[in-house]
């Protein structure tokens, strides 16, 4: 997600999605620009989240089988170029920074009036594209809705006389959907000490009133920012952060005093869909809350890299469900629900084609490259923050290059800071990797770059073994390793 200065106040009930510069040992970050960013394409993606743990208090809900498979989807374009020499640790460190003119921001939260000269818009944008955040939608479309509106109109409205039968649904169409999952999503404000903020989406967790969000939704209320939560009824609560991972860019917050009613969406299993599966997204679109649109799942696995592209920012990696159900500013972290209203995945960012928007804001829209977190992966790191407010990563213990690739990932002669490129006594060095050895799968997995290395190792738990290719001096190896821990963002 990225950040972008954009002058316009957001309407009253708005909402909206992360590439990181090189760190020590820690996960890779994308520094990117305040304001627009151009887009860079994305890379074909590695294998899904973990699947849920039997017995988890969260179980998935019931997914219908798995449909046939269609050809698999075509090769989309690699990551943008990172800079020579750049390199991050993989699940360890977040590496060198993204090239500030190649990377568009998240589809980010939309703001609320700044006060002074503070951030106007905020994006949520994949490493391929932008989201911009803001609330211009909603005003323009009460003024076109006012400007048709006709006093001399012949249309003939529809009896309303007490005697008419209301229409009832089938329990398994979108709208019957739609109206059992609306009442337990909410438009996240978040707003910082300074005034400058935005708005997103959320998800209800469990019934002690935890909501699932993105990371860069819920960011400007960090270090004593405010924070609310509104329901389609129109009751606000007041919020706190319980934890929040910005390499995930997965956020749960907490309401104060939360209502005894509360209905948590079920959750699905993220590696189970098919591509052709319906979706149903849920947000607030340019400042149109508790808006309702639809989709497929267009393609799994795609690796998306994203910043909300602010200096300070670090990219968030995810091995992406993508949808071509409409996804726009103030649609992030929103639900991506399936046919059954199960959710399957966090809507997170979107590929834009171009940085100008609906009436001419300067806000970019939804092409129909839509993508989320896995939500397998979403419900595990929301647990951890749950018990202990911080994020855990897995990692394999080395860096690796963040420059455009489509050969593979390839361990860089020295790590961050002239640190050592493969930590010793990690997973990494215990398994035999050296500098210049170039990982070319995980698993079943094709590895193209650093940043599908990344994202593709952030789907699994600490403690996974997982089978690691490369190549070394032409020939080709295959390893097993156990991957460790890293706890926290720094």
Request: aromatic share 4%; net charge negative.
């Amino acid at each position: 997600m990225s950040t972008e200065n954009e002058g316009n106040p957001v309407p009253p009930a708005p909402s909206t999605p992360p590439v990181p510069p090189a760190t020590p040992a820690a996960s890779p970050q994308p520094a990117a620009s305040e304001g627009d960013a151009p887009t860079a394409p994305i890379p074909p993606a590695p294998q899904g989240a973990p699947a849920p743990a039997a017995g988890d208090p969260y179980a998935a809900a019931p997914q219908a089988p798995e449909g046939a498979w269609p050809p698999p989807p075509p090769a989309t374009p690699s990551y943008a170029d990172a800079g020579a020499g750049a390199g991050a640790a993989a699940g360890a460190g977040w590496g060198s920074p993204y090239d500030q003119q190649q990377h568009h921001p998240y589809q980010q939260p939309q703001h609320a009036p700044k006060k002074g000269s503070g951030r106007g818009g905020l994006i949520a944008a994949v490493l391929v594209a932008a989201l911009v955040a803001g609330g211009a939608g909603g005003g323009l479309g009460y003024t076109l809705a006012k400007n048709n509106d006709d006093s001399g109109s012949t249309t003939v409205s529809a009896s309303t006389d007490s005697g008419v039968t209301q229409v009832k649904r089938a329990a398994g169409t979108i709208a019957a959907v739609a109206n059992k999952s609306l009442p337990s999503t909410v438009t996240i404000e978040a707003e910082s000490t300074s005034g400058d903020g935005g708005t997103g989406t959320g998800f209800v967790f469990d019934t002690q009133g935890h909501i699932v969000t993105n990371n860069h939704v819920v960011a400007d209320a960090l270090d004593g920012g405010k924070l609310t939560a509104t329901f389609p009824n129109g009751k606000k609560y007041d919020a706190e952060v319980v934890g929040h991972a910005q390499g995930y860019d997965v956020a749960v917050i907490k309401l104060k005093n939360p209502p005894s009613d509360l209905k948590p969406l079920p959750l699905g299993d993220s590696d189970k869909v098919a591509v052709g599966d319906e979706t149903i997204a849920i947000g607030a679109p340019f400042g149109l809350s508790n808006t309702v649109t639809t989709g497929i799942i267009s393609a799994k696995n795609r690796p998306v890299a994203s910043s909300d592209g602010s200096a300070s920012s670090k990219a968030s990696y995810m091995s992406a469900l993508q949808t071509d159900a409409s996804i726009n500013p103030g649609n992030s972290g929103g639900p991506l629900l399936d046919a059954t209203g199960a959710v399957i995945g966090i809507n997170s960012a979107i590929q834009s084609a171009s940085s100008g928007g609906l009436g001419s804001t300067g806000q970019s829209g939804s092409i129909g490259l839509g993508f989320a977190i896995p939500i397998n992966q979403a419900k595990y790191v929301a647990q951890q923050l749950i018990k202990t407010g911080k994020p855990v990563y897995a990692k394999i213990g080395a860096s690796v290059s963040l420059e455009d690739s489509s050969n593979g990932a390839q361990i860089t002669d020295s790590g961050s800071g002239g640190s050592a490129a493969v930590e010793s006594g990690g997973p990494a060095d215990k398994a035999g990797l050296k500098p210049g050895d170039v990982i070319t799968k995980l698993d079943d997995s094709v590895i193209d770059s650093g940043p599908t290395l990344i994202g593709e190792i952030w789907t699994h738990k600490p403690g996974d073994k997982v089978e690691v290719t490369y190549k070394r001096g032409g020939s080709e190896h295959t390893v097993t390793l156990t991957l460790g821990s890293r706890v926290g963002d720094n």
